[in-house]
Structure formats: structure tokens, C-alpha cells
């Protein structure tokens, strides 16, 4: 087991991220406490530069606890840096700063259809931002394949959506040849390649995981599930991509952060894990759920919103199904989902409906002065 003490999480204040640090510090994010601990005892230094996606409101209450409200600077746990990954001096003062031992690499453009109307800030971020944080972390931690160090970790947080589309059949394995379609699966591959090109040629110990679908709070409403529900509560239409029959595999998102909890305590360097639900709807029947739920909560009525729906344009290069085979994170490290997507759907369903301010601020950019007011520029 390693040793976690000095943890940079990159994209923090983003979904995944901030689920991440939650669950690190035995928080629920859903108001209902669903599993066990993680038991973590060290520090998390935060590097997020706030794009449109990133709310450092959603870390409140954990800076409260264990941030900038901790009076005694020797017990503080939580910073906040407000830091672009691609800076290379401004990671090299934190990676010093901090004497980072861990990196959980979560920060990207992580939007597909952002990704289709302009690829530029994709390529930026989670080509050079990779590379960026891969070669400081290399210099700061001295390692060379000469050189091997086992108390030190990088953990790259990617996508299934790397291994390209599925038909009926079938399930992408760690074997599975990577074949990316869209601007966003393509700026996760390579940097899936740099990641996997460094541990080979400067022996930098990593880790990689490859996870489907999130759903959970503090998702950013441009993504299928919170858009829907918001849209449901305005009375806004339904838009559905095509014929809605394509498929993904949607997993909890505590499920996947406890995932990667795992591997950075037991994982084997050099290794990569695929995160699956092994929950697969075609976005047609997973909107019928969504529905359904957010009628019985509100008590609007269902036929008017089932109404609503609109079939749009497809997505060009729409990807047809995704599914993981998750057999090996489950029999090397004895993983598995404990969410039921029952229980899990309808605490994002009320998460949404109970969290307005929130979805407003991020939505109007209104966070943004929350940041002004508690960070100022260094
Ligand atoms: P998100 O868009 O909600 O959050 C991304 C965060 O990264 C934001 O806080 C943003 O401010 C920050 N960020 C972006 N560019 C940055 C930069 N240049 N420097 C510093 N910070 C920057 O994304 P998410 O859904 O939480 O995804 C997190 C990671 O998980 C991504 O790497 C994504 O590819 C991966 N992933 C996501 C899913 C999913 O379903 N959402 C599934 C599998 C893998
Ligand atoms: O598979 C993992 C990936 O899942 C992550 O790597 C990405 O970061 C994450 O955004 C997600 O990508 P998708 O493209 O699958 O997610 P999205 O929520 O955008 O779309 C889910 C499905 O719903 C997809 O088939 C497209 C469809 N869709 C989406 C939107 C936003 C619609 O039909 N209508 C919509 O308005």
C-alpha cells in the first residue's frame, strides 16, 4: 500500500474532481452517506484554472473544514491553487512548494460537442497540459529508468472513449486497440500514449484508468443527465441526438472516484484499469427514467414532458456504444459497483432539483466573483 501525503489533483473544482476530493475527505456529495471512508490522512493541494466547467463554490464546505478555515496552518489539509496546467513555471513552484508525491490527473476540455465545434483548448490542455505535468513531475521526482522510485505515483484519469465504437457486441478490454473519433477522444488518447511513453522511456511510475460514463452531483449541465433534468423544470425541449438509440454505460461517480482510490493505494505501476458500470441504456430509455423521476419529485405532469422531446441532428461521428469489460480492476483489486442505478439516478435526479443556486452560478458565470473574493491574484 502507498504512501498518499502531498496529493495535486488537477481539475478539481470540475465534476469527477470535486467528488474526488469530497470522498477523500469522507464527505458525501449526495447529502446521503452511500459507502466507507477512504481513510486518507494527507494534504490535497488543488490545481484548477476555473474554466467555464470548474466552480470552486463546490468546494466550500471542504475549505471550511480543512482549507483556509483551519487556523492552525500545521493541520491545514486543503489548498487551492488557481493555476493552468499548461503554465510549466507556476507547476514546478507547486510540485516544490507542496513536495508533491502523488498526482491525480483529472483536468481536461471534457466535453464532446465542445470538442466538435472548436478542438484548440483540447489539444492545449490535455495534450500539452499532460505533457506539461508529466515532465515536472519526471524532473521533480529525479526518476530515470536508472532510477526507480516506488513512493511516488502519477495517475492519469482518461476515458473509454478511446477505444473508439462498439457495435452490438462485445466489450473494450486494457487490450482493446485505441481508436478515437471525436477532437476530445483523440486529445485523450495521446495523452493516454504520453502517459504510457513515460513511464517506458524515463521510468516514471504511473498508473492510467480508462472509466465510462459519470452521472452524480455537481455535474456540469451541458452533459445528458443534468441538462435534461434542467431543461424538464424550464419546460425547454428534450433534444435528442438522432434516434437516441446509441448506448453508454453509466456508472456512479463515487463508484469510479473509489476506483481510483484503490489504484492509487494498490495498483501496479506501469498498469492501466478500466471503470465500468456494466449499466448500459440507450439514451432513449435512460431519458423515459429521467422523466419519470423528475415527474414524481416535482409533480409535474409526465405525458407533458414526455411531449418535449425533440430529435435533433445527430452528432457527427457519434460514437454507437460504449461498454467496459471491468474484469481486471475487479480481480486485481477487488473493485466493485455498490451504486444501483435505481439509487443512484434518484439521487442526482433530487440533487439537481435541490441545488438551483448552484447549477445558476456555474451557468451565468456568477462563481466566478466568488472566486475574486477569495483568492486573490498572487
Ligand atoms: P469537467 O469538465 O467537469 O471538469 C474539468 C475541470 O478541469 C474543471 O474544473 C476545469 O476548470 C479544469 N480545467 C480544464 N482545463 C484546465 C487547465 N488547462 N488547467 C487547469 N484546470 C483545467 O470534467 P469531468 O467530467 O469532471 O472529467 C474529469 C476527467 O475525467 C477528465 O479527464 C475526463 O476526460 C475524464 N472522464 C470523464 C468522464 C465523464 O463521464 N465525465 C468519464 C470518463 C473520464
Ligand atoms: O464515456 C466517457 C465520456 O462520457 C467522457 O469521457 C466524457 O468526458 C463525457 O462527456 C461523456 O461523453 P458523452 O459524449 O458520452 O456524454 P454526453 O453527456 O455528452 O452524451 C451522452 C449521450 O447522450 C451521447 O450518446 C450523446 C447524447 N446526447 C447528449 C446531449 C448533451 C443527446 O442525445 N442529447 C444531448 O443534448
Request: net charge negative.
Given at each position: 500500500m502507498r504512501k498518499l501525503k502531498n496529493v495535486l489533483v488537477t481539475g478539481g473544482a470540475g465534476f469527477i474532481g470535486s467528488n474526488f476530493i469530497h470522498y477523500l475527505f469522507g464527505k458525501s456529495t449526495s447529502g446521503e452517506k452511500a459507502f466507507e471512508d477512504a481513510n486518507f490522512s494527507g494534504r490535497i493541494i488543488n490545481v484548477d484554472c476555473l474554466t467555464y466547467a470548474g466552480n470552486g463554490e463546490t468546494l466550500e464546505d471542504i475549505d471550511k473544514t480543512f482549507g483556509s478555515g483551519e487556523k492552525d496552518p500545521s493541520k491545514r489539509r486543503y489548498f487551492f491553487e488557481k493555476v493552468n496546467i499548461c503554465d510549466r513555471s507556476e507547476i514546478e513552484r507547486i510540485f516544490k512548494q507542496y513536495d508533491i508525491d502523488t498526482v491525480v490527473h483529472f483536468a481536461a476540455e471534457s466535453h464532446v460537442d465542445r470538442s466538435i465545434l472548436g478542438p484548440e483548448t483540447f489539444i492545449k490542455t490535455n495534450i500539452f497540459g499532460t505533457y506539461t505535468l508529466l515532465d515536472v513531475a519526471r524532473n521533480y521526482w529525479g526518476v530515470s529508468l536508472?532510477?526507480?522510485?516506488?513512493?511516488?505515483?502519477?495517475?492519469h484519469i482518461s476515458t473509454d472513449e478511446v477505444y473508439g465504437s462498439l457495435g452490438p457486441t462485445g466489450y473494450f478490454t486494457e487490450t482493446t486497440a485505441y481508436d478515437p473519433r471525436s477532437p476530445y477522444s483523440s486529445s485523450k488518447a495521446s495523452s493516454d500514449h504520453l502517459v504510457m511513453a513515460y513511464y517506458h522511456t524515463y521510468g516514471l511510475p504511473i498508473t492510467l484508468s480508462n472509466c465510462t460514463n459519470n452521472y452524480g452531483p455537481y455535474q456540469f449541465?451541458?452533459?445528458?443527465?443534468?441538462?435534461?433534468?434542467?431543461?424538464?423544470?424550464?419546460?425547454?425541449?428534450?433534444?435528442?441526438?438522432?434516434e437516441g438509440k446509441n448506448i453508454r454505460d453509466w456508472i456512479y461517480v463515487e463508484?469510479?472516484?473509489r476506483a481510483v482510490w484503490l489504484i492509487l493505494n494498490n495498483g501496479k505501476t506501469g498498469e492501466k484499469y478500466n471503470i465500468g458500470g456494466e449499466n448500459e441504456w440507450q439514451n432513449i430509455t435512460l431519458l423515459d427514467k429521467l422523466i419519470e423521476l423528475t415527474a414524481k419529485e416535482t409533480g409535474?405532469?409526465?405525458?407533458?414532458?414526455?411531449?418535449?422531446?425533440?430529435?435533433?441532428?445527430?452528432?457527427?461521428?457519434?460514437?454507437?456504444?460504449?461498454?467496459?469489460?471491468?474484469t481486471k480492476i475487479k480481480t486485481e483489486l477487488g473493485w466493485e459497483r455498490k451504486m444501483?442505478?435505481?439509487?443512484?439516478?434518484?439521487?442526482?435526479?433530487?440533487?439537481?432539483?435541490?441545488n438551483k443556486d448552484w447549477i445558476n452560478h456555474i451557468l451565468s458565470g456568477e462563481y466566478l466573483n466568488w472566486v475574486e473574493k477569495n483568492y486573490s491574484k498572487r
Open positions: 536508472d532510477n526507480p522510485r516506488d513512493d511516488v505515483l502519477f495517475h449541465p451541458e452533459k445528458l443527465i443534468p441538462l435534461m433534468i434542467l431543461n424538464m423544470q424550464e419546460k425547454k425541449n428534450l433534444p435528442v441526438y438522432g463508484d469510479h472516484n409535474m405532469n409526465e405525458s407533458d414532458i414526455k411531449s418535449t422531446i425533440t430529435h435533433v441532428k445527430d452528432r457527427p461521428g457519434h460514437d454507437q456504444r460504449y461498454a467496459i469489460d471491468c444501483s442505478f435505481e439509487q443512484g439516478l434518484l439521487l442526482t435526479v433530487k440533487w439537481n432539483l435541490n
